[in-house]
Every structure is written in C-alpha cells, then in structure tokens.
C-alpha cells in the first residue's frame, strides 16, 4: 500500500458530513474511493487507528482491502501467484528408465504346493497336474477341472 499522504488523500476522501455523523456516535461512516462510495464501521476504524498507529484513511483503506472490497496491485500479484501454484501434469518429454522389478519367490508356498502335488499324484493317483503360477495348481479329477491357488495372509496387527 501507498501510505504518503498525497496518494491517500487523493485515493480516499472522507466527506465532512460523514465525519459529523461519526461524532454522533452513528455506526457507520460513508468513504469514497476510486468514485465509489463504501460504508465503513466507525469501531472498526476506531479500534484500527489505536492498535496500527495509523492515519483515519489508511485504517479505512485497509479495512477495504480486508473486506475484498478494493485490491492493490501487491494483493492481485499474490493471488495470481496462488492461482498458479496448481499442478499441471504433462507428459515428459524426458524417457525414463525401466526398472526391473524382482519377484520375490515364497520358498514356504513352493514347499507346500510341492507336498500338495506329491499327495494329489500318489493318494488320488492323478497324473497330469499343471502349475500355473507360482502359488497354482491346476489338475483334472473324474471330468471336473480343478484349481488350487494358496495364498499366505499377512500377520494380525497387535
């Protein structure tokens, strides 16, 4: 903000009729601003002048500014500046490496699919039993097509 006393009385003229009705003690004070006339609360001004130390337009101009009623130029650059904080995604034209990602076998399963299919072969004496997966067996019983998938839960969280 512009704070020199020139700008600001040229900027922000309180009329004398105004001022009269804030020394009756009447709620709000009309100001005019860039031709524009707003109503400002006397107490807010009051309680602005104290606590910043500052002049009668420059409280009313900043309760203006804090009211979204009138914006700066300082003010506009900064909400610009927010607006385009967003994220745009686009694709890069960078080409990014692939990165193998390993498997991790679980011996446990392997070991019990092994015995399933040893006992599968041996006790119901089926011969063709198929492994799709590392965790899958699929085999054929009396004409009905079967598959066994073993799947290891996590561990209850205490």
């Known amino acids: 903000m512009d704070t020199s006393k020139k700008s600001v009385d040229k ?6 009729n105004d001022y009269r009705k804030q020394e009756k003690g009447e709620k709000n004070m009309e100001y ?11 107490n807010v001004v009051d309680k602005m002048m104290e606590t910043l130390d500052c002049s009668m337009a420059e ?3 900043t309760w203006l500014a804090d009211n979204d009623l009138i914006t700066n130029d300082e003010q506009v650059a900064l909400d610009k500046e927010a607006k ?35 006992s599968l072969e041996n006790e119901a004496n ?14 054929s ?11 290891k839960h996590r561990p209850k969280k205490a």
């Open 84 to 118: 385009s904080g967003k994220r745009h995604y686009e694709k890069s034209d960078k080409i990014r490496k692939k990165v193998e990602k390993v498997r991790k076998v679980d011996e446990e399963k392997g070991f019990l699919l092994e015995i399933m299919r040893k």
């Open 32 to 42: 005019k601003y860039n031709g524009k006339v707003y109503e400002v609360p006397n």
């Open 59 to 61: 409280a009313c101009e």
């Open 126 to 139: 089926i011969a063709e039993i198929a492994t799709k997966t590392e965790t899958e067996l699929h085999f």
């Open 141 to 151: 019983y009396n004409g009905s097509n079967f598959t066994v998938k073993l799947t």
């Open 11 to 16: 900027r922000l003229i309180m009329r004398y």
